[in-house]
């Protein structure tokens, strides 16, 4: 057999194979996009870029190895033998990839004085809190089929508390937003007081323009104006700003830097 007709016939191979893993790479997308990284954590967590380059490494590596190795004129026991190999590093690697998505996954949306912090697993520096985040409240802990547990930050209960934590944060520490034993339920009461402190979200659009069409069917959605909604910073690997109503609840979220908006205030 020539090599032109042997490609020929691996190139067939292989392209059923490319199909085969971008439907498995698609269904990948739904569990990580879908509960892991729910909008807009994709981008804001970067969960976007880690999926694509973990995703992209797995279709692009069982096609090409189906490419290398594919011969019609290999035994049938052989090709199985083959394609049994490259399926199983292909699942291995996706695995792996799954694995690190969802160890990387946001766990909480923190709201710490006035700003937002999503919290992930290194956030917490190495330090064991499973316990913490076992003790919380059911509604609080966040779970495999879910994107992130928006909570608040109870007060120290006393200065001793509140001396320790500071002193920790300032020595590169872990700060309130990184302690499970600090979180409290983001109710209507505690809502109340974020909003205290959210900025008018006219003003952020008006600093970034290209967030208007967004607000607009933000606020249409929940049929309130524009002017009627405010912000909060969110922080983690993208500068985002969460919206919300009057009453402090999170109604969606726009990019951009929200403390740039603060700065230009007198």
């Not at 309130?224 to 969606?252: K, M, S, T």
Request: with cysteine.
């Amino acid at each position: 057999m020539t090599f032109q007709l042997r490609m020929k016939a691996a190139s067939k191979a292989a392209f059923f194979h490319l199909l085969g893993s971008l439907l498995v790479a698609a269904l990948a997308a739904v569990i990580v996009f879908g509960f892991w990284y729910p909008h807009p954590y994709g981008q804001l967590s970067g969960g976007v870029r880690l999926f694509l380059i973990l995703m992209g490494v797995d279709v692009v590596c069982g096609p090409l190895l189906t490419l290398i190795l594919f011969s019609p004129k290999k035994p049938r026991r052989e090709v199985f033998l083959d394609m049994s190999l490259v399926i199983m590093v292909q699942l291995a690697a996706l695995a792996y990839g799954l694995h690190t998505a969802y160890q990387a996954r946001p766990l909480f949306l923190v709201h710490e004085v006035d700003r937002f912090r999503v919290i992930s697993l290194q956030d917490y520096q190495g330090v064991d809190v499973v316990n913490d985040i076992a003790q919380l409240d059911s509604s609080l802990r966040p779970t495999w089929s879910s994107g992130p547990v928006t909570v608040g930050i109870r007060e120290p209960r006393d200065r001793d508390e509140r001396h320790e934590v500071m002193l920790d944060s300032v020595t590169g520490g872990r700060d309130y937003s990184q302690r499970p034993d600090f979180y409290i339920a983001y109710d209507e009461a505690y809502a109340a007081k974020v909003k205290a402190r959210a900025k008018p979200l006219s003003e952020f659009v008006a600093q970034f323009p290209s967030t208007v069409q967004e607000a607009k069917e933000l606020a249409e959605r929940h049929q309130i104006e524009v002017d009627a909604l405010f912000f909060l910073p969110v922080l983690h690997r993208q500068e985002w700003v969460a919206v919300l109503n009057a009453q402090g609840a999170i109604l969606g979220f726009l990019p951009g830097d929200g403390f740039a908006v603060t700065a230009t205030k007198p």
